[in-house]
């Protein structure tokens, strides 16, 4: 028997344990809940300093590549519906725990820049309504999102649910708003697609490819999820589904209404693209600013369930195992990665932080999608849940190396 059945084992017999209590419904606002916080209300105008007036294509980009990903953690959940991810998949297809625990550490290390990167859209954001220092506004973010993260999953869950409902009325708002009026491009404005024009594009969806990472999230909730074989793998496909569409018609709606210089150079891009069509931005600014603290909540929310897999295998020092008797949280485990998200979030910008996590991402991605492909060679006939053709993790092998090719290049 592995370290990790033996660790389970003992978790199951221990009434301090995480509890299901998320359905289908409530899976997907959650992954809803932090695509659409980081790539829409911070990101959209730094990809499209990559991209130009290309920024439609990079999300579709990003989308497309993300998808093949996706597929493979959505079998991959169904499998082992067991918390820690893709540090578990890699354990299961290899056999090797120093090679889960590094990937362990570094699914960690994505949520804690993650959460970071959001907390500047946070501060870029309030100054719509406030003058505050940024280190200040940064400080207060990360604290109530570890008071909302320690605070129990269902009641996280439920306010998520209810953020990212607000959420996607912003968005809609935004796009009706992009929708009226006159375009200032018109299709004789788009440069020709060359060699450097498709480069550029490569490296737009590398920056854009952070906001289709809420997969990751969702994987590493799944021990608190109702029927995970057939919840997770829905979950997932309708999620980034909905929010490729929801980015490349709002990137429409951006490069139509704000010029280049004006969306790339911006803090706060929402409330920008409002206020050029002549509306007050003061709506769209408080919900931008709730749209960034859902964001960030999961991907504490997420690194902490890494930790606290971690150390059911005893992957991690045994103190994050810790589940707090009345919120039934890794209290322990919470506090130190919003902990780290503060350091982070006050000594890195914000486009360094989301190139890290592009990038630390696209490699664990890469290694999930091999080790999908050696799992599916081992016997399964006692497996009964999704299943996708063993070209799907192949295809998203080849597509998270270009991609990290174009970067680095």
Request: net charge neutral; glycine share 8%; proline share 4%.
């Amino acid at each position: 028997m592995s370290i990790y059945k033996c660790h389970m084992l003992e978790v199951k017999n221990n009434t301090n344990k995480l509890k299901r209590v998320l359905t289908l419904p409530m899976m997907v606002f959650y992954g809803l809940g932090t695509m659409v916080g980081a790539g829409i209300y911070v990101l959209i105008g730094k990809v499209g300093g990559e991209a130009g007036l290309y920024l439609p294509l990079a999300f579709l980009i990003a989308g497309f590549i993300a998808l093949f990903t996706a597929l493979s953690y959505a079998e991959l959940s169904s499998r082992y519906p067991l918390s820690a991810g893709a540090a578990l998949y890699i354990e299961k297809a290899w056999g090797l725990s120093s090679l889960s625990r590094v990937t362990g550490w570094m699914l960690v290390l994505t949520g804690v820049v993650s959460a970071a990167t959001m907390a500047h859209g946070f501060a870029g954001y309030l100054q719509v309504f406030f003058s505050v220092p940024q280190f200040a506004a940064i400080i207060i973010f990360v604290l109530i999102i570890g008071v909302m993260a320690a605070w129990g999953i269902q009641e996280s869950a439920v306010l998520i649910v209810l953020i990212t409902l607000v959420e996607l009325l912003g968005v809609m708002f935004v796009i009706a708003v992009g929708a009226t009026g006159e375009s200032i491009v018109s299709l004789s404005d788009l440069p020709p697609l060359s060699g450097d024009v498709g480069f550029s594009l490569l490296v737009a969806g590398f920056l854009a490819f952070y906001a289709f990472i809420g997969f990751e999230d969702m994987v590493n909730v799944v021990e608190e999820v109702k029927a995970p074989e057939r919840t997770m793998p829905l979950a997932i496909i309708i999620s980034i589904s909905v929010c490729t569409g929801l980015y490349i018609i709002l990137a429409i709606a951006a490069i139509r209404t704000l010029p280049l210089s004006a969306l790339t150079q911006s803090d706060a891009p929402l409330a920008d693209l409002v206020s050029a069509k002549g509306f007050s931005p003061t709506w769209i600014g408080v919900v931008s600013l709730i749209a960034v603290l859902n964001g960030a909540l999961v991907q504490v929310i997420m690194a902490s369930r890494v930790l606290y897999g971690m150390a059911v295998q005893a992957l991690a020092p045994a103190m994050f195992e810790n589940v707090h008797p009345r919120t039934r949280t890794p209290i322990i485990a919470t506090s130190w990665v919003v902990a780290l998200v503060l350091v982070f979030a006050l000594l890195l910008p914000l486009i360094q932080l989301a190139k890290l996590t592009s990038f630390i991402i696209l490699i664990i991605f890469a290694g999930v999608n091999i080790s999908l492909i050696r799992i599916k060679r081992m016997n399964t006939a006692d497996y009964s849940g999704a299943v996708y053709p063993v070209w799907v993790p192949a295809v998203g092998t080849v597509l998270c190396l270009l991609l990290l090719g174009a970067q680095a290049v």
